[in-house]
């Protein structure tokens, strides 16, 4: 894992937010953000509500995006305090996200048994691919050729995208490297199941996955009714109605 150096005593209470899904949606609104399948947008009150949270607690990103990603919405929300960044699924964990980016990957052997698969640029510890359209079984060809590679890794699907990844990578490992604990989690998919189960607040919407919502119901925390961007701009009211 790439982890910037930080000297903190005690572990530091943030709201730590999901991207996709979470506080990004494909609607058009105020802030579009590019990403590897085309653009993601939050609104602009949700912009005004996250920059008056920060007030009171840092935000600190956890996302399967990448560093380069992510730099696309931070540059569009000045006014927001972040105290971290845990991307690529929690592989990386900076406190900047300009600090000690990777430029070597140890892919490339199974990059080239790939020549007919999108390679997805930006990412420093995963190696991410699109399949070829109408590709039977796109995992187990990637798992065949991880092996025919000669290299160890675990793949994560997500969506049509596929990832190999060094570790099993996890949300809430990349906090505990940041010494960030979640004192507000806002997430929708597996991926953020351990982040949300270790907050003090736990927070979701109507259209995250059934066992997000189940999480979220058994330790009373709250599910947004709505979707999209009004689940967002509500979720996000409701930490800071509670932080105020």
Not at 113 to 131: N, S
Request: glycine share 8%.
């Amino acid at each position: 894992m790439c982890i910037d150096r930080i000297n903190r005593p005690t572990p530091q209470p943030a709201v730590v937010v999901d991207l996709d899904g979470t506080l990004l949606h494909a609607a058009p609104a105020a802030l579009g953000v590019r990403g590897q399948s085309g653009y993601s947008y939050m609104s602009g009150h949700a912009l005004t509500t996250l920059q008056a949270i920060s007030a009171y607690l840092p935000i600190v990103i956890a996302t399967g995006r990448n560093a380069q990603s992510v730099q696309r919405l931070v540059a569009q929300t000045e006014g927001v305090r972040y105290g971290g960044f845990v991307l690529e699924h929690g592989l990386i964990a900076r406190q900047h996200l300009d600090a000690g980016r990777e430029q070597d990957t140890p892919w490339q052997p199974l990059a080239r048994l790939l020549p007919t698969w999108r390679h997805l640029p930006g990412y420093e510890r995963c190696l991410g691919v699109i399949p070829p359209p109408n590709l039977i079984n796109p995992q187990i060809v990637l798992q065949q050729a991880l092996v025919a590679s000669n290299l160890q890794g675990t793949i994560l699907v997500e969506g049509h995208k596929l990832f190999v990844c060094p570790t099993m990578p996890d949300k809430l490992t990349g906090l505990k490297a940041l010494n960030i604990v979640p004192h507000f989690a806002l997430g929708n998919a597996q991926n953020d199941l351990t982040v949300l189960s270790a907050s003090t607040h736990a927070v979701t919407l109507s259209t995250a996955e059934a066992e997000v919502r189940a999480v979220i119901a058994a330790r009373a925390g709250y599910c947004a009714p709505t979707s999209a961007h009004a689940a967002t701009e509500d979720m996000l009211r409701w930490v800071l109605n509670h932080l105020r």
